[in-house]
């Protein structure tokens, strides 16, 4: 059995860290920026739809896409975020689906954790395709300060920002919240906490599937 956990937040908030921590604590972690990249490549479909969309000015000079520049045009505006979420969201879940089911294939009879961090998981629609949600939350200035402190510049972090969704429907949507607000430890100290209880949450789902298949068919009614 898998319970599958997604693992999101805003801009710079900690979801690396905490994709890591889970990692090391057994967690079969599934990064989306990964899969992004791999479908970025040349050939992979979403290289295609990229090329398509926006033409081939969006390559660099050895042909790979020149992710500054696609950013700096797609997320201008919500319509043009969308308009790429739109053309490479389908294909990632897909790659996820594939992920998650071959290594349920390869396991059948073992227990795992699948967690997949995304930023735009709950955008995408991923509160239906998760048994358990995990927000990592921080204050905004907390964020962004991370972000410019990685290379980002103020502007173009503040309008990433501004095109996700707002903390509080993030919050909305959580099974469970980890605050990180203050350093690494303390933010890991956080994430065994919320660790802790996914494997409750696996047994659960074992139960709840168990009396699912136990239960004897509905009877059709007459008409």
């Excluded at 997604?6 to 899969?35: E, F, N, Q, W, Y």
């Excluded at 990229?50 to 000015?57: E, K, L, Q, T, W």
């Excluded at 396991?107 to 699948?114: A, E, G, L, N, Q």
Aim: glycine share 6%; proline share 4%.
């Amino acid at each position: 059995m898998i319970l599958r956990v997604g693992l999101t937040g805003g801009i710079a908030s900690g979801k690396s860290t905490v994709a890591r921590t889970l990692a090391g604590l057994g967690c079969m972690v599934v990064d989306a920026d990964a899969v992004v990249a791999r479908l970025y490549r040349p050939g992979e479909a979403g290289y295609e739809a990229i090329v398509r969309a926006y033409g081939r000015d969006i390559l660099r000079a050895d042909g790979e896409i020149d992710r500054p520049k696609l950013a700096a045009t797609a997320f201008v505006d919500n319509e043009s975020a969308k308009r790429l979420n739109e053309l490479i969201h389908p294909l990632v879940i897909d790659q996820e689906e594939e992920i998650i089911t071959g290594e349920a294939r390869r396991f059948p009879d073992r227990d795992r954790i699948v967690v997949v961090e995304a930023t735009l998981l709950l955008e995408s629609g991923g509160r239906k395709r998760y048994d358990k949600i995990i927000v990592v939350d921080s204050q905004p200035d907390v964020q962004i300060d991370r972000a410019v402190r990685r290379g980002m510049q103020r502007p173009d972090a503040e309008r990433r920002s501004a095109r996700q969704m707002t903390r509080e429907e993030r919050r909305k949507q959580a099974d469970y919240v980890i605050e990180n607000n203050g350093d690494i430890r303390t933010l890991e100290m956080e994430t065994v906490r919320v660790y802790e209880k996914l494997p409750i949450d696996l047994q659960e789902k074992k139960k709840s599937a168990a009396k699912t298949s136990a239960a004897p068919p509905k009877k059709r009614s007459k008409t």
